[in-house]
């Protein structure tokens, strides 16, 4: 996923979840199969963050790469952007394990800035 959408929903997630307040950090995840980069992430937050009570907001997101098993062969390996070939048979059967998409652990909130 790019960063820029992703950084949005965060943010539209922070907001829904933590509806009073000035949010001062988020903790996170991102299952993915691509690289992410933590930098552009927290850039793009800031940009969409901008006017809102998330402003200035501190992001910190754990990047997941999602894993998946060949059901041929049993071979575990990581699991590409929506490429499930196995590298040890060529299988082209899996199954994926771990978090995908993305998601809040924590919302920190000021609640005397709201």
Known sequence: MHEASLAKRLLEGAL????DGRIVAIRGWIGDAEVVSSESLAFHF???ARGTRAEGARVDIVVEQPVARCTE????YPHGHHVTLCPRCGGAQAEVQGRTGVGIDAIDVDAEDG
């Open 73 to 76: 062969c049993g071979h575990w």
């Open 46 to 48: 800031s940009v969409h």
């Open 16 to 19: 829904e979840r933590a509806p």
